[in-house]
């Protein structure tokens, strides 16, 4: 009768009817748990915000000394593909040098070897003097 009249909380109290009628026993629900405040939620989320952020920082410093590691391996290689890139005088194996030196100076920080990296780039400067191109690409990102 009250389901048809449209009485307010019928469905609930239908439901907890039938509960006690089969001895059903009420799931734990989030009546019985805490309330938590707005404020309190909002620090929940940025504290596993931090964490998420940190995770991730974390990763990525991983990442970069696995790439660091693989470079320093192949430092070598990479210096002789430098001056053979700077041998054609284009402005786009120019800009392919520069990645390689950027990458390099990462790894000589890495290191701790950026003293030896600078004397390098040093003398780089001193036998392309006349690559304007060059030595403007090194000054604009901070290796003259």
Do not use: C
């Amino acid at each position: 009768m009250k389901v048809a009249t449209g009485e307010i909380n019928v469905g609930i109290q239908l439901t907890n009817r039938l509960r006690e009628l089969f001895k059903i026993p009420r799931s734990e629900s989030n009546h019985d748990a805490p309330k938590r405040s707005f404020s309190q939620l909002l620090e929940n989320a940025n504290e596993q915000m931090q964490q998420r952020q940190q995770r991730e920082k974390l990763a990525a410093q991983q990442q970069k000394i696995r790439k660091l590691e693989v470079l320093a391996k192949n430092q070598d290689k990479v210096w002789s593909d430098i001056y053979k890139l700077l041998e054609f005088k284009q402005s786009k194996t120019y800009d392919q040098a520069v990645a390689h030196l950027v990458d390099l100076r990462e790894l000589a920080e890495y290191q701790g070897k950026l003293e030896e990296f600078k004397a390098s780039i040093k003398q780089m400067q001193k036998d392309y003097s006349t690559r304007t191109g060059l030595l403007s690409r090194l000054k604009k990102i901070g290796l003259l």
